[in-house]
């Protein structure tokens, strides 16, 4: 799917990176493309430093600290950017912020890609969304399941448009928006 929604060639500046895991597997994925993995905690990104030493990508840059809140990023433009299980284990405030950066860093019609559980029309789409969602927001009050609504609603004040919604395995949702 990725090699539908993405650029044939360019950068992809991923939010969020975590270990490393995903980037690491679409850069082998889509090697016409170079990646750029991010995130705001320096263990996480030594992780991912590690990963890349041990597989050498010739396509995956070193990881960056991006913290979407803090301006201005450190990566100057994008041709896309992927956040994969973002938006629900941060505050909602992170949500504009990322579309906000994605404005800033994307051409037009560019590639902002979502992946991971939404609400749908105000409910929750599983049993095991329900509970997942609970379960966040124990750990953090400002944490959760979003509203796929809410979240194109912030989208377009940000210049961006829903231009696909994708269902995935495990009640999970890709979201292909466009810049305008």
């Not at 949500?95 to 979502?114: H, K, S, V």
């Not at 796929?148 to 495990?170: F, K, N, Q, S």
Request: charged residues 20%; hydrophobic residues 45%.
């Amino acid at each position: 799917m990725l090699t539908r929604v993405l650029p044939a060639r360019g950068l992809v500046l991923e939010v969020a990176s975590g270990t490393g895991q995903h980037v690491l597997h679409f850069a082998k994925a889509l090697p016409a493309l170079t990646w750029q993995p991010s995130d705001p905690d320096a263990e996480l990104r030594a992780s991912i430093a590690q990963r890349i030493r041990e597989e050498r990508p010739a396509n995956v840059n070193e990881p960056v600290d991006l913290d979407v809140a803090r301006r201005p990023w450190p990566v100057p433009a994008a041709d896309a950017i992927l956040a994969i299980n973002m938006i629900h284990v941060a505050p909602w405030p992170a949500t504009a912020a990322l579309f906000d950066g994605a404005r800033a860093l994307l051409p037009t019609d560019g590639t902002l890609f979502l992946y991971g559980p939404y609400r749908r029309l105000g409910g929750h789409t599983s049993p095991s969304n329900a509970q997942f969602d609970a379960d966040l927001r124990r750990q953090d009050p400002a944490w959760g399941l979003r509203d796929l609504e809410a979240v194109t609603d912030i989208a377009a004040g940000h210049g961006l448009t829903l231009a696909e919604t994708i269902a995935m395995p495990a009640n999970n949702f890709s979201l292909v928006f466009r810049r305008n």
